[in-house]
């Protein structure tokens, strides 16, 4: 089974500051996808950014982006300039590419990461 | 934002009551779950549904149910609510084919007091 580990229950950053993000996972797969999640205080879960896991490249999502090191099987998200907006749980969640087995398809989550932005 | 919606938002109901929280998509995803984030935040999956008529249980146990008469709807019912119940529940679907991003409903907060 697959599982999705975030490290870091809260974090803070000030203001226009850079903040990283962690998260690893652990899979059998070798085709997969991985998912930043945003969820703001009493609003919708919405994508962030995605990577593919056959694509060596970084995926980029204007001020957010992902350090994607396949073979320690980590994900992080580093949110650059940041703005009180983005002030959220973070929760990192993964999907294999094709599912063929039984059960639910449904994303594997991450007990999420909280965000807090000081001004 | 994505063509999902969730009603009610919030809800306050007595021990006992029998309620039904409705989940709705204009997109045409096949594929849809429900999911209870507990107060850490944590998501677990409940129930989910590949097509008309098809319904499973996920992960997690719980004591509701869901059906899948139309495409787009995807109920959640809980037959007599009790206190432990109180939780939000967060509706979801996706697209058949490669298993891609899931697109979320706003919520709905449950308290059963």
């Known amino acids: 089974a697959q599982t999705v580990t975030q490290s870091q229950p809260e974090m803070s950053v000030q203001e226009a500051e850079t903040v990283t993000l962690s998260c690893t996972y652990d899979t059998s797969e070798s085709d997969y996808y991985l998912f930043w999640y945003k969820q703001p205080p009493s609003r919708q879960m919405i994508l962030v950014i995605r990577q593919e896991a056959y694509k060596q490249q970084n995926a980029t999502e204007n001020r957010f982006s992902v350090n994607f090191q396949k073979a320690a099987k980590s994900f992080s998200l580093k949110i650059s300039d940041s703005q009180l907006g983005d002030a959220a749980m973070y929760f990192c969640a993964y999907s294999p590419r094709q599912y063929s087995g039984g059960g639910a398809d449904g994303l594997t989550f991450g007990k999420g990461t909280h965000l807090i932005i000081q001004p | 934002e994505a063509d999902i919606y969730q009603t009610p938002r919030y809800l306050v109901i007595g021990t006992g009551k029998k309620i039904t929280l409705e989940c709705s998509q204009t997109m045409g995803h096949d594929k849809m779950y429900w999911y209870q984030q507990d107060p850490g935040m944590e998501l677990h999956l409940i129930h989910y549904?590949?097509?008309?008529?098809?319904?499973e249980k996920g992960d997690l146990s719980s004591e509701s149910t869901v059906s899948r008469i139309r495409t787009e709807h995807f109920p959640l019912t809980l037959e007599s609510a009790r206190p432990s119940h109180t939780s939000q529940y967060l509706c979801?679907?996706?697209?058949?084919?490669?298993?891609?991003?899931?697109?979320f409903g706003q919520g709905t907060r449950l308290t059963v007091v």
């Open positions: 549904s590949y097509g008309v008529n098809s319904t």
């Open positions: 979801a679907s996706k697209p058949q084919g490669a298993n891609t991003e899931a697109f």
